[in-house]
């Protein structure tokens, strides 16, 4: 070997000796980094198993997971749909992630996405003569009010009766469906479209194709490449990264936060050493509820530009996997959206490669599945490793 190979693999030893050193003396990312490894392992254990329904369909998994990779990562235009499709995702995901730090098992982010979506929707229809600089911003806090009060209703019962959150929040599920749907949109639409009348101008959600008809960022060149009129990516996106960050600051650098977190671990212990454990169930299911509001919001201002029937997509259901696969971190949750954002977004071009639409499915259902089972798996070797050093 050379003396300028030794010398490039001793710098090579150092560097990675350097990292693993400061991995191993910091908890906190080293807990991270086996968090999404587990992940990681989930998703291709899910993949591999995943091979086997696609060679039952008669179809080659190479060619179906390339058809996958190629309809949500193989164009600008399709990664830009992935964003778009991850939206929702990513926002009920932060939403019950943040439910799930107060030990709380918030399956009631549907119906939050609903009822956000439709005040969102009303208030953008309704207000005629607002400015846009007031109107969409009114738009959107109104569609995260109504999910957070949405959501604060369990959060009450739980907190003062000790209803259990799950029961409560399936019934407002249906009870979102009846009042938004079935009285809201039958009540208020005006032809034949199952669905509310569309929104004012003024309270739509900025597209990223509409960049090019900006007064100064059309004379930018790179702004041709969001010209394609079919990219649906709107402000919701960055709303969704916004509401991550904010969430992150939240639970780990407030006092807010930490209370949130003591409760879920030990609501008991938390209460004995102080904490308002009612006040903080009631407030982490209202900012829960907020956060799928703001979900909804976006769909309505967004993507449909009014609340219409099957808006919802099951996107509060996907959000509780989305917030398992990311460990309840929000960048965790950020990935865990953009993979089932990808999922859906490829699974379209999957059927053009011949594989059935519900193999994607499949997938999904996999992957929640092999997360459950490692976790399981996990505990399993912490408890083995505990009995071991208690002998």
Not at 13 to 31: D, L, P
Not at 49 to 78: C, H, K, M, R, W
Not at 139 to 167: Q, Y
Not at 213 to 238: K, M, R, T, Y
């Amino acid at each position: 070997m050379s003396e300028p190979q030794k010398d490039s693999n001793q710098k090579f030893k150092k560097i990675t000796s350097v990292f693993k050193e400061w991995i191993s003396g910091n908890s906190g990312v080293k807990s991270t980094l086996e968090e999404l490894g587990f992940s990681l392992l989930s998703i291709i254990t899910a993949m591999i198993v995943g091979s086997l329904f696609i060679l039952i369909a008669g179809e080659s998994p190479i060619t179906a997971y390339q058809a996958l990779f190629e309809g949500s990562f193989g164009s600008f235009d399709y990664f830009l749909n992935t964003l778009w499709r991850s939206t929702p995702l990513i926002l009920t995901g932060l939403a019950v992630a943040f439910s799930f730090r107060a030990g709380l098992f918030n399956i009631g982010a549907e119906g939050q996405l609903i009822i956000g979506g439709f005040a969102a929707a009303m208030v953008g229809y309704v207000f005629t003569d607002l400015p846009t600089i007031i109107h969409l911003p009114v738009s959107v806090l109104a569609g995260m009010v109504a999910g957070g009060l949405w959501a604060g209703i369990p959060g009450l019962l739980k907190a003062k009766r000790g209803v259990h959150e799950v029961i409560v929040t399936i019934m407002l599920n249906h009870i979102a469906i009846s009042v938004a749907i079935d009285y809201g949109i039958n009540n208020f639409r005006d032809g034949g479209r199952q669905a509310t009348p569309y929104v004012q101008e003024t309270a739509e959600l900025f597209n990223f194709n509409q960049l090019g008809e900006h007064s100064i960022l059309q004379h930018f060149p790179p702004v041709d490449i969001f010209a394609a009129p079919a990219i649906n990516l709107h402000l919701g996106f960055i709303f969704a990264l916004i509401a991550a960050v904010i969430l992150w600051y939240i639970m780990w650098k407030t006092t807010l936060g930490y209370e949130i977190r003591a409760v879920g671990f030990n609501s008991s212990a938390a209460e004995y050493g102080g904490v308002n454990v009612a006040k903080n169930i009631i407030l982490a299911m209202v900012i829960s509820g907020a956060v799928a509001g703001l979900a909804g919001a976006s769909e309505a201002l967004g993507t449909h530009r009014s609340f219409i029937s099957g808006m919802d997509a099951g996107h509060g259901f996907t959000g509780i996997a989305v917030a398992l696969l990311g460990r309840n971190h929000p960048i965790g949750v950020i990935l865990g959206g953009l993979l089932f954002g990808a999922l859906a977004q490829g699974g379209l071009h999957m059927q053009f490669a011949g594989v059935p639409q519900e193999i994607v499915t499949i997938i999904q259902a996999l992957v929640i599945f092999f997360i459950a089972s490692l976790q399981m798996f996990k505990i399993f070797l912490v408890r083995r490793k505990a009995k071991g050093e208690a002998k």
